[in-house]
């Protein structure tokens, strides 16, 4: 629109400055024919010599000037004409130029109001959130409630013993009856933790469960529309100064997780407190290659649990690294045979490694039968590792 104006303006302007320059040339021609007429209003001599009829001679200059000054006054009325015109042009082109202007300025208002309306409406608009802005909404909220992570699970399982009647067994069996027993079960838990600091964490489980029944937390159907009850399962603190320490105290896991003590589900916990550490060892040893053999490594790592009645009763111990030995499975490491009370935790840490490179074994009471098989055919090329591990004690 702009652009449109400046055109029409450069348009309007042209012929007025045409006719201002011939308005000038005019009024100098005037000027100059007056000063002529004025210095010498008879022709000269000469002129007058070659005339015929000096009569005719003095008329013709006089009508000359006459027609002259006649005709300038015709062309200032036609100039002055023009200009009257030009004037009223100029007026009206302005009031046209007024106009423009104002639907100009009238237009660029109403294209900012559909912008700033086709904005209002894209953003009030809504938009599905992705993903990434769910979680992150949900961590806010978390986050607000006071850093709490939840968590949970539910399992549902069916349990079914089927035993035929045996009235004559063998020697030395008791006869048994027939038994059927077919039943549904399940389990629902929910977990919370929280993070104090770095070093300091809290956790706790409601779960279901029978009040009566200290070996399992799995709830019987039983009755069709009796309500079951909701239990705290779990709750303990849990300090972890570093990698290698572990410090709970509550009702805590069981750390027996091949369940080799007592008959009870996994999910059984105990009041009381676990430690649990983690020793890094670097002595030769073999890790499992397929079954019955096993290649060399120098390094490995075990777990050491400290049970509430340490040093009474024996830690428990398992290794994180796999290794073939003959006293040690992927459950557990079996130090129950050279345990004693008076034994201190370095000393038993001293002990893995032992057992780790063959300075010690036991092939009477093996938990790996193949491990004892092949210590027990190379036994010119044992221990792998040969020296005191407790010189750096």
Same mark, same amino acid.
């Given at each position: 629109m702009s652009q449109l104006i400046s055109s029409f303006r450069a348009a309007s302007f042209r012929p007025i400055c045409m006719v201002v320059m011939l308005f000038i040339v005019s009024g100098v021609t005037v000027a100059q024919s007056s000063s002529s007429t004025q210095r010498d209003p008879s022709p000269p001599t000469n002129a007058l010599k070659s005339e015929t009829a000096p009569a005719t001679a003095d008329i013709m200059p006089a009508t000359t000037v006459d027609d002259r000054l006649k005709a300038m006054e015709n062309d200032l009325r036609q100039q002055s004409r023009i200009l009257v015109e030009m004037r009223a042009i100029i007026a009206e082109q302005q009031r046209v130029i007024e106009t423009l202007s104002a639907r100009a300025a009238n237009g660029d208002q109403k294209i900012s109001g559909q912008s700033g309306a086709a904005s209002a409406q894209a953003s009030s608009t809504p938009q599905t959130p992705t993903l990434e802005d769910r979680v992150k909404k949900v961590e806010g909220r978390m986050l607000a409630i006071g850093g709490l992570r939840f968590s949970g699970d539910f399992r549902l399982r069916f349990d079914g013993i089927f035993r035929k009647a045996d009235p004559n067994p063998p020697a030395g069996f008791t006869a048994l009856t027939h038994q059927q027993n077919a039943r549904m079960r399940y389990r629902l838990r929910l977990n919370i933790d929280t993070d104090i600091n770095a070093k300091l964490s809290v956790h706790g489980?409601?779960?279901?469960?029978?009040?009566?029944?200290?070996?399992?937390?799995?709830?019987?159907?039983?009755?069709?529309?009796? *309500?079951? /009850?909701? @239990?705290?399962?779990?709750?303990?603190?849990? +300090? &972890? %100064? #570093?990698?290698?320490? !572990?410090?709970?105290?509550?009702?805590?896991?069981?750390?027996?997780?091949?369940?080799?003590?007592?008959?009870?589900?996994?999910?059984?916990?105990?009041?009381?407190?676990?430690?649990?550490?983690?020793?890094?060892?670097?002595?030769?040893?073999?890790?499992?290659?397929?079954?019955?053999?096993?290649?060399?490594?120098?390094?490995?790592?075990?777990?050491?649990?400290?049970?509430?009645?340490?040093? *009474?009763? /024996?830690? @428990?111990?398992?290794?994180?690294?796999?290794? +073939? &030995? %003959? #006293?040690?499975?992927? !459950?557990?490491?079996?130090?129950?045979?050279?345990?004693?009370?008076?034994?201190?935790?370095?000393?038993?840490?001293?002990?893995?490694?032992?057992?780790?490179?063959?300075?010690?074994?036991?092939?009477?009471?093996?938990?790996?039968?193949?491990?004892?098989?092949?210590?027990?055919?190379?036994?010119?090329?044992?221990?792998?590792?040969?020296?005191?591990l407790s010189a750096g004690l």
């Open positions: 489980q409601l779960a279901t469960g029978p009040i009566n029944n200290p070996l399992t937390m799995d709830q019987d159907f039983g009755e069709t529309t009796a *309500r079951h /009850p909701f @239990f705290i399962s779990e709750a303990w603190v849990d +300090f &972890h %100064p #570093n990698k290698s320490v !572990q410090l709970q105290g509550g009702r805590v896991q069981e750390i027996f997780a091949d369940n080799s003590r007592f008959l009870f589900d996994d999910d059984i916990r105990f009041n009381g407190f676990n430690e649990k550490y983690t020793f890094a060892f670097n002595v030769q040893g073999l890790a499992p290659a397929g079954t019955d053999s096993g290649t060399p490594i120098a390094q490995h790592q075990a777990e050491v649990f400290l049970p509430l009645d340490y040093p *009474r009763r /024996p830690p @428990f111990c398992r290794m994180i690294t796999p290794v +073939f &030995h %003959p #006293n040690i499975d992927p !459950q557990k490491i079996c130090i129950g045979d050279h345990w004693s009370a008076g034994q201190s935790l370095a000393q038993m840490v001293v002990h893995i490694g032992e057992m780790i490179c063959y300075q010690r074994y036991n092939l009477k009471s093996p938990l790996n039968a193949k491990a004892a098989v092949w210590a027990e055919q190379n036994l010119s090329g044992l221990p792998l590792q040969s020296g005191d």
